[in-house]
């Protein structure tokens, strides 16, 4: 089952603050965060796991509340190098279950 | 180190044809994950080997079929190429079996074009 990701797109101005969220109708054993450039490959941003921890990447956080079965990304100060598809991926089941990746939210921030 | 590497970054071919695309994890990751994405959409599974086994395979027809070798590189085959396959190939690899806690590492990709 494909998370859920909203919005679909967000434009910032640099400085401000964004947040992106990723829910899912099944249970989640965990959720990763990537960004994808235009023409890159997807990086890793973090992984979240059972447990409600909130983790942090510079000024990008995420946080993870399996009884909503839904994760936020967080991103304060946003900078210009932040533009780019960020992607939720699930896993419905723990052990060796694959990813399962959302459509992906666009950010573009703009000077 | 190096990160994972695919080859070739471009490829065009027909309808009908049959293709191999080309990974190489990093250095000390024995699992490998390939995926399939279209434009707009985010990565879908295709395949997951680990140890030369595979241990997952996604909602692909058996036209995809996928292999890794004992140096864990690892090769994606597609027989009789459809339009609908032209997509950009991406491989993962990651240290363990997969899992909950192992990020994928993923590679530039081989963006595919049937005509």
């Known amino acids: 089952q494909q998370p859920v990701q909203s919005p679909q797109a967000v434009i910032l101005r640099e400085g401000e603050d964004a947040v992106i969220n990723c829910s899912s109708s099944?249970?989640?054993?965990?959720v990763h965060w990537y960004r994808q450039k235009h023409g890159e490959a997807p990086v890793f941003l973090m992984i979240?796991?059972?447990?409600?921890e909130q983790k942090g990447h510079d000024k990008i956080s995420a946080s993870f509340n399996e009884k909503k079965q839904q994760s936020s990304l967080y991103l304060t100060a946003s900078q210009l190098s932040y533009s780019g598809t960020y992607f939720c991926g699930t896993l419905p089941g723990g052990g060796n279950t694959p990813l399962v990746f959302g459509k992906g939210t666009r950010l573009s921030v703009i000077a | 180190d190096a990160g994972v590497t695919q080859s070739p970054t471009h490829l065009i071919k027909t309808r009908g044809q049959q293709v191999t695309l080309r990974c190489s994890p990093i250095s000390g990751h024995k699992s490998v994950s390939w995926y399939q994405q279209v434009l707009g959409q985010g990565p879908q599974f295709i395949f997951q080997?680990?140890?030369?086994?595979?241990?997952g395979r996604g909602n692909f027809p058996d036209r995809f079929s996928a292999r890794q070798f004992p140096n864990y590189s690892s090769e994606l085959n597609v027989n009789a190429l459809l339009l609908g396959d032209s997509a950009l190939y991406l491989c993962?690899?990651?240290f363990g079996s997969g899992g909950s806690n192992q990020p994928q590492h993923f590679g530039d990709g081989t963006r595919l074009s049937i005509l």
């Open positions: 099944k249970a989640l054993y965990s």
């Open positions: 993962a690899s990651s």
């Open positions: 979240l796991l059972k447990g409600g």
């Open positions: 080997y680990y140890e030369k086994e595979e241990r």
